[in-house]
């Protein structure tokens, strides 16, 4: 065995994370890199999915709005996020996409903002659903649209700014921006702050109320396991939740969901953060895949994110010749999340063989290899074969 194989098989014998990988769905010949794309399958939740479906629905039917808890599962399933991104009870709530929750988000933000606030600013190299939405959100309300990267956006702040749409870690390179210092910035130029978590909660701490985030959305499909198409949420601070004029009301929204009146009465706190009715096959999907998250602490997983990403890019300068990728992702670990993209100007090609070699990541247009490492269910033994057999591809 090589030296870098003697020290995963050491790292992994020391792993207190090593035992959940036994919770999922992936086969041992299969190094799965792609969580940060479509988290694995966590393995007791078919059969969940299953008494959802022939019990819950086909035994008991319409009961199961009350007597399976259908009808509140979008606040209770917020409440078992919350922990994980740094939010006590009663402010997140599960619904919908990323995509729709970023508009709520936007557009109430600029709402609670005031008029006079005429200026929303999107980070430039955000995922692109978010600066179309943001754009629409801000044609909609009456504002400006201005890209800034994130780190110039304190340069960017001014009187006029009523809202902040950022991401917490960049979804093509990995960075992970100063959320703690951005927001502060934010609030001292009297805006709000909008965060986008899919690629930083189930990786790494967060800290929204400590940090005192206004508004956060995020999706669960990535780091924590919900499946594909499984339901984002919305995460709106204790403070600001009788402000917060959703610009999608719903009947799920409204303080009276069954009184069938025509007015529209928010209901309180984060549940006037929902609109329609919740989707309830895959959420509930979603609420069992969480379980593997008992007795997890964050902190712990965001150390072994560190030191896979470490490992990795010292496996990758191993075994890969000089020059024939660069690292975009930054070296300093306040400066990632939890993944490392290579440029490779061959990237398209250099993936499908990666895959077809049982090593899945993913590639992004136009050259960059994609590699995500998700502490729950990836081992160091598992980083040394994908830089190796990066280096065998590449050679
Ligand atoms: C940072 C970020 N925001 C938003 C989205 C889109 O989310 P959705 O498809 O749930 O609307 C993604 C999807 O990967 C993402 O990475």
Redesign the pocket.
């Known amino acids: 065995m090589s030296e870098l194989g003697e020290r995963a098989a050491a790292l992994d014998a020391a792993d207190e994370l090593a035992g959940s990988r036994k919770q999922f769905v992936i086969e041992d010949d299969v190094v799965y890199l792609d969580g ?2 479509l988290g694995a399958l966590p393995a007791h939740v078919p059969g969940r999915v299953e008494d959802v479906v022939r019990r819950q629905w086909g035994e008991l039917r319409i009961r199961s709005w009350e007597e399976s808890g259908w009808w509140t599962a979008p606040e209770r399933i917020g409440d078992r996020i919350a922990p994980l991104v740094g939010a006590a009870a009663g402010q997140i709530v599960v619904g ?7 508009f709520k988000a936007v557009v109430a933000a600029a709402r609670m903002a005031g008029e006079d606030r005429d200026e929303i600013l999107v980070d430039a190299t ?5 600066g179309y939405i943001a754009e629409s959100a801000a044609r909609m309300t009456g504002r400006t649209l201005r890209p800034v990267t994130p780190a110039d956006v304190p340069g960017v702040l001014s009187d006029r700014t009523a809202a902040v749409l950022l ?1 917490h ?3 093509r390179t990995g960075r992970l921006h100063d959320l703690p210092s951005l927001t502060a910035a934010v609030h001292a130029a009297g805006a709000l702050a909008v965060w ?4 930083s909660a189930g990786a790494l701490p967060v800290g929204l109320d400590e940090h005192g985030v206004d508004l956060a ?3 669960t ?2 780091y924590l396991n919900g499946g594909p ?1 499984s339901p ?1 949420y919305l995460y709106v601070r204790h403070a600001h939740q009788d402000r917060f004029d959703s610009p999608l009301p719903g009947w799920n929204s409204h303080a009276d969901p069954f009184g069938m009146r025509a007015d529209f009465e928010p209901a309180p706190g984060a549940l006037r953060g929902r609109v329609g009715t919740p989707d309830i096959l895959s959420m509930l999907a979603l609420e069992a895949a969480l379980e593997v998250w008992d007795g997890v602490s964050i902190e712990a997983v965001r150390a072994k994110s560190l030191a896979l990403t470490d490992f990795f890019l010292e496996c990758v300068a191993a075994y890969v010749g000089e020059g024939r990728v660069e690292s975009l992702t930054p070296p300093a670990h306040e400066r990632r999340g939890s993944q490392v993209a290579l440029r490779c100007p061959d990237a398209g090609d250099v993936m499908k063989r990666l895959i077809e070699r049982g090593v899945v990541g993913d590639f992004r247009h136009p050259d960059v290899l994609r590699f995500g490492f998700t502490p729950l269910y990836v081992g160091f033994a598992d980083v040394e074969r994908a830089g190796r057999v990066l280096g065998e591809v590449l050679g």
């Open positions: 940060n794309s919908d996409s990323t995509s729709v929750n970023v955000t995922f692109p659903t978010d991401n870690v960049d979804y986008d978590l899919c690629h959305v995020g999706c499909y990535k198409g984002a």
